[in-house]
């Protein structure tokens, strides 16, 4: 027997990865920025209006306070 279907299912459910430790920041403003997280160091960039970067929760802290900046969680 065909088990397309399984196989479809596997594929399918591996892209679902939760994204633990992250939270989404959106820019809202037209102005491009670029950060340092204050504690991991990582780079953000944003370029354009609506551009989003998945930020490590121990930097989003330092992000909140930013005007320009969305923070989804």
Avoid: H
């Avoid at 679902?16 to 204050?38: A, D, W, Y």
């Avoid at 960039?45 to 989003?60: E, I, T």
């Amino acid at each position: 027997m065909c088990n397309c279907n399984q196989q479809r299912a596997m594929l399918t459910s591996g892209n679902t990865q939760s994204r633990n430790g992250v939270v989404k920041v959106m820019l809202t403003e037209n102005t491009p920025m670029i950060f340092n997280g204050n504690i991991t160091g990582r780079m953000y960039v944003y370029r354009n209006r609506n551009d989003y970067n998945w930020v490590d929760k121990r930097d989003v802290m330092s992000m909140k306070e930013i005007p320009g900046l969305q923070v989804i969680y």
